[in-house]
């Protein structure tokens, strides 16, 4: 087997155990329903998401600045895998003693974690990225992101009624501790998909800045690329629907009530959202490219917060559609977004501008902090229109993106 063949099937071993350890601790529901168990409520919810999604985004400047410079970063993304293991090791532990902490003891510690637990993703993230992108023949590529997704979709489908039982049978706070033990478990399995990486070696850009030199040079970066450009207000617009999506389950408690077996139909109904537009998602790729699949991610989160709105105080089957929907947009965007983001890159540049994608990427970081102020201030019902409205003016962003190579 050639290196592009072996690294194809060695970046689909890790897609497909990482997506089982995704199920365990995922973001939109388990983590949000673990803050309203412990006590918490929107505030605590949104500093737990601005951790979970924004530490990543908001870290890979600093660290694309100094990986950029280095022709092989599989040593960094194998350190970054590892310390998420023990982060997820430890929360399983934390949460074995509860009893033994306040609630906002608690709470404290698991941010913590969770906060090493993105932190590290950041080295995981950028080098990914990157070695993805030059690992891969071109003509493997789009292949690659619907193989991905489908495994990843098999993966949720065999983990999420698994995460259900183990929800449901099992009483707080050992459902919890099960479910962030398995998930480090899992995660330790994939971690030997990107062991067997066969990374080829792409001399850097000659440029050698500081990261303050860096971050000086994003607005030239920023005019020299107006796909970048495109692309970032791309991301910082569907970003407000992105970090809207765990405050849903808050929602739906104070009109439904939070039990574990209610939390796993959450999981489960998300997941065949995922599973079943991977079948549609796969077609637009073909058809239409990842800018098909990125406006109707956008078609998605823009109708989502309306959706909770109408559908809220029916009965629970009935409001199940929005975590359906959920499921929908979360699949395109995992299919589209990285696949843009290497088509408007090169070889040399791709760690870095993953990094200034970082860096400017400032509502997916910080609204979620905001959102959680704001929804106690005025409510949910206008938080939830002024998203719909702010992810749906993006679409105006996706015609202007094109391939670097075409500009």
């Known amino acids: 087997m050639d290196a592009k063949n072996r690294n194809y099937y060695a970046f689909l071993w890790h897609a497909t155990f990482y997506a089982l350890t995704a199920t365990f ?20 919810i949104g500093f737990l998401t601005a951790i979970m999604v924004g530490t990543p985004i908001a870290g890979q400047l600093f660290f694309a600045s100094y990986l950029h410079l280095q022709p092989r970063k599989r040593g960094f993304l194998l350190l970054g895998v590892g310390l998420r293991i023990s982060a997820l090791a430890s929360v399983a532990l934390v949460l074995l003693v509860a009893e033994s902490f306040t609630s906002a003891s608690l709470i404290t510690i698991v941010f913590i974690l969770m906060f090493i637990f993105s932190l590290s993703g950041t080295f995981s993230g950028v080098s990914y990225t990157d070695i993805l992108g030059k690992s891969l023949a071109v003509e493997q590529r789009n292949r690659f992101f619907v193989s991905r997704q489908i495994l990843t ?20 706070p050992y459902n ?35 990261f303050l030199q860096v971050l000086q040079a994003i607005p030239r970066h920023l005019h020299d690329n107006p796909s970048l ?5 791309l991301i910082n617009l569907t970003g407000f629907g992105l970090t809207l999506m765990p405050f849903y389950v808050a929602y739906a408690s104070q009109h439904y009530g939070l039990t574990g077996e209610q939390i796993g139909n959450y999981l489960m109904v998300q997941i065949a959202g995922m599973i079943l537009s991977n079948l549609v998602w796969g077609q637009y790729v073909k058809k239409f490219g990842f800018r098909g699949v990125v406006q109707g991610c956008i078609g998605c989160g823009a109708l989502l917060p309306l959706l909770v709105l109408v559908l809220s105080g029916m009965p629970l089957p009935v409001f199940l559609a929005v975590f359906f929907l959920m499921g929908v947009a ?33 509502t997916t970081a910080l609204f979620p902090l905001v959102a959680g102020g704001l929804i106690l201030w005025i409510g949910y019902s206008p938080v939830f229109l002024l998203v719909s409205i702010l992810v749906a003016s993006a679409w105006f962003t996706v015609a202007g993106i094109i391939p670097e190579s075409d500009v």
Do not use: C
Not at 25 to 40: D, M, Y
Not at 153 to 172: D, E, T
Not at 330 to 338: G, L, M, N, P, V
Not at 349 to 357: F, Q, S, T, W
């Open 25 to 44: 601790t995922e973001i939109n529901t388990v983590l949000p329903s673990l803050v309203v168990k412990v006590g918490g409520g929107t505030i605590q």
């Open 153 to 172: 979709s098999v993966a949720f489908l065999i983990s999420a009624p698994v995460s259900r039982w183990v929800l449901g049978y099992s009483s707080y």
């Open 176 to 210: 919890y501790v099960y479910m962030f033990g398995l998930a480090a478990g899992l995660l330790f399995i994939a971690f030997w998909g990107f062991w067997a990486i066969d990374e080829p070696e792409v001399q850097p850009s000659r440029e050698r800045h500081s």
């Open 229 to 233: 450009r495109r692309y970032i207000f």
């Open 330 to 362: 979360i699949s395109a965007r995992k299919i589209a977004f990285e696949g843009l983001l290497i088509e408007i890159t090169t070889n040399t540049n791709r760690a870095l501008y993953k990094g200034i994608v970082g860096a400017t990427s400032l």
